[in-house]
């Protein structure tokens, strides 16, 4: 999502480009502090109501800042408005100054997981469009009567965005969508193990995991899509170079991740085979393509 800046005719074109493009989804991220100030919900309504195919999504809510019951309602009103071109993405919560500058307690992982399995249980229950009552330890909704119904049926796509196992698992599990993130970057992290999570084998690994978490709870493990975001994008041969570097690359150095698929460097021929190959060796099928809309835009409108 293009940061919002006035004049607000100009945010709503640089919207419309990105449909033009051939993008599939436009998303935004939820942060507080450092200088984020986009409201997920807002933006999204107003990129939906400027554009015609583009979906929008949230990549991700946190879901500590969000009562489900509530939450239904602001979706499910979107859902509509958009004609059903909303995808709802959840995390857990990763970022300690989103919760330091909100003064939201940051409890340990599996409180937050557990939280949000909570969540995702409302959510669906409510929904579904009928009397529902639920009692957890987190939430409690009583005779709640989910309206309005979404377009989308039975309701618009939840993807879960996470890294660790516990994640992948919830994902597998109740995702209709399964973000495959790389690990969290903090003080205290290892970044031969990070590397390592980042290659083919790693990525592989993680994706197993969410299929064999779906096939526990039921599902067709090929029905839970997968996506990640790309570590670094460098297009070349075009009438400018593109160039897109995530703050893990920087971090660890490109020579760490130089053999990682979520490392895109060639012409557009060579981006296209690795996307491919992205797709039929690790199963991912959406991808976030980096900061550079106009850069990428050949390679979108050669795989659309």
Known sequence: MPRLRQPLTQWRDRIRHLEDLGFHTVAIADHLGDGWSMDPITVMAIAAEATTTLRVSTSVLCNDFYHPFFLHRSISNLDVISEGRVTLGLGAGWRPLDYSVSGVRFDPAPVRVARLAESIAVLKGLFAGERFTFAGEHFRVEEALGAPRPVQSPHPPIMV???????????????DIVGINPPRLTEH???AKMARELSAEGLRAKAGIVREAAAAAGRDPDAVLLQTNLLDVRVRGMERD?????DLVNWLGEAAVTD?????DGDVERCIDALHELRETVGITEIHLGNDADGVAEIVKRLS
């Open 161 to 175: 965005g996470g890294g660790g196992r516990r994640m992948l698992q919830l994902g597998g599990r109740e995702a």
């Open 189 to 191: 992290s290892d970044p």
């Open 242 to 246: 593109s160039r897109s570097t995530s």
């Open 260 to 264: 990682s698929p979520l490392v895109l």
